[in-house]
């Protein structure tokens, strides 16, 4: 079978690494994927990013599943698109994607099927939403409402951080099409909850918890992330239980009421509190990155036969019927990035050190170029070293080791990846 993987991040390689260990699959093509998957036994990269030629292709190539990997061609349409033609993909429709898209129609959609989130206002004018700052206070969070790689939260702890968000986010003169949303600051432990849905079937994936903050002690400004570790042990099985019972399992029934059948990744951002109740910071529509890197390092089952199963329709969906296996490991991914992320990041610094794949260790790439033999950075998040190890500490230890024998100039990253279980 020839599988195609779209996108070109961390998440991609990894996706696209672990489909190519299937023995049922000839070669994984990845869209347009990066310096990671140019090299990579099994992988071939394919430089088409317009999705109606990449759909062309597909069908001519005669892919038997596609996976799609970032928000953007999802909330752009690329699973209605390959539907219409008869190819089987997993993913969201964008109907559905607009649980990530739309923060204000995800918490609109929160609301009114009571699943647990932070009290929130919505605003298209800036004089009432700074107004509705003023009266509210700091903490206070401020969110822009479309895609932003993950950089579109602000956790305003003064009052002038949410105003300057706010002249940030939204225009002069009111705009509709233009909207934030102003919420509550929860408190808490973060983690993030992943599953994979069919439409009607819902199967959990190991957990994880990230790290958005770019500096240690989660100083700093939000990124797309700056590391992560696989399992969560925050996410003890009353979490579990509560968060399959209260936020998954109604959000995949609210779709359905709402006429939308939810198929694909869904990610749920979760604040824990001191009492073991999560409510939900937001929903992505695909796997997270960097989770992805330290979750398939420890999936053990074969990815294929659970993206196939996931993409079954009508009485053959048997995704809850899936047991997973699990390496008992944990696995600790640490993210490189360029200099100046995640402001303006620098790109075309040539990159050394870079080590052989192994076993335990796998260095996952993301923003990369290759030209011959040497590697460059090509965007904010450049690497992502994952280690497989007995406990925290010792995926910590091996994990950078790996890190300090890799060089490229104004290279930033993390010194505390899985503090909060170490």
């Known amino acids: ?42 992988i071939r990269n394919i430089e088409i990013t317009d999705l109606a030629q990449l759909c062309d292709w597909a069908v001519n190539e005669k892919i038997g599943l596609t996976v ?42 929160m609301q009114r099927h009571n699943i647990p989130t932070a009290l ?3 605003f298209s004018d800036r004089a009432q939403a700074h107004a509705f700052v003023t009266d509210r206070g700091a903490p206070i969070v401020v969110k822009a409402d479309g895609l932003a ?27 509709p099409d233009t909207r934030v949303v102003i919420e509550q600051c929860l408190e808490g432990e973060e983690a993030s909850f992943i599953v994979m849905c069919d439409g009607k079937n819902v199967l959990a994936l190991a957990t994880s ?10 100083q700093g400004p939000n990124t797309g992330g700056m590391g992560a570790y696989s399992p969560a042990a925050v996410v003890t099985p009353a979490v579990h239980a509560k968060a399959m019972r209260e936020i998954i399992l109604p959000t995949i029934r609210g779709m359905e009421k709402d006429g939308i059948a939810y198929t694909g990744f869904l990610y749920a951002g979760l604040m824990i509190d001191a009492h073991g109740q999560p409510r939900t910071l937001e929903f992505n529509c695909r ?21 196939l199963a996931a993409t079954e329709t009508g009485e053959d969906r048997k995704l809850d019927q899936i047991e997973l296996q699990w390496d008992r490991r944990t696995a600790l991914g640490v993210v490189l990035a360029a200099k100046d992320y995640p402001q303006q990041p620098r790109t075309d610094d040539r990159i050394r050190g870079l080590p052989q794949p192994g076993a335990d260790v796998m260095v996952f790439h993301a923003g990369t170029r290759r030209e011959g033999d040497d590697v460059f950075t090509s965007g904010g998040r450049v690497l992502c070293v994952t280690a497989l190890a007995d406990n925290v500490r010792q995926a910590q230890q091996r994990a950078y ?21 170490a």
């Open 1 to 42: 079978m020839k599988v195609l993987v779209i996108g070109g991040g961390g998440r991609e390689h990894a996706l696209a690494w672990k489909l190519a260990q299937s023995s049922r699959i000839e070669t994984v093509f990845v869209a347009p994927g990066n310096g990671g998957t140019a090299q990579a036994e099994r």
């Open 68 to 109: 799609v990997g970032p928000e953007v061609p999802l909330a752009a349409g690329v699973v209605d698109l390959f539907r219409e033609r008869g190819l089987r993909i997993f993913g969201p429709t964008k109907a559905a994607a607009r649980l990530e898209s739309s923060k204000a129609f995800s918490k609109d959609f």
């Open 120 to 122: 929130h206002m919505t």
């Open 149 to 175: 790689a993950g950089k579109g939260v602000v956790v305003a702890r003064e009052i002038e951080q949410a105003h300057a968000a706010i002249d940030r986010m939204l225009p002069e003169v009111a705009d």
């Open 209 to 218: 918890q990230d790290h958005k903050r770019l500096l240690d002690g989660d």
């Open 287 to 307: 796997l997270g990155d960097p989770e992805t890197q330290p979750i398939l390092m420890r999936l053990k089952t074969d990815l294929l036969e659970l993206l």
């Open 401 to 421: 080791e790996v890190v300090r024998e890799i060089q490229f100039d104004g290279m930033q990253y993390r010194g505390d990846i899985g503090h909060r279980a």
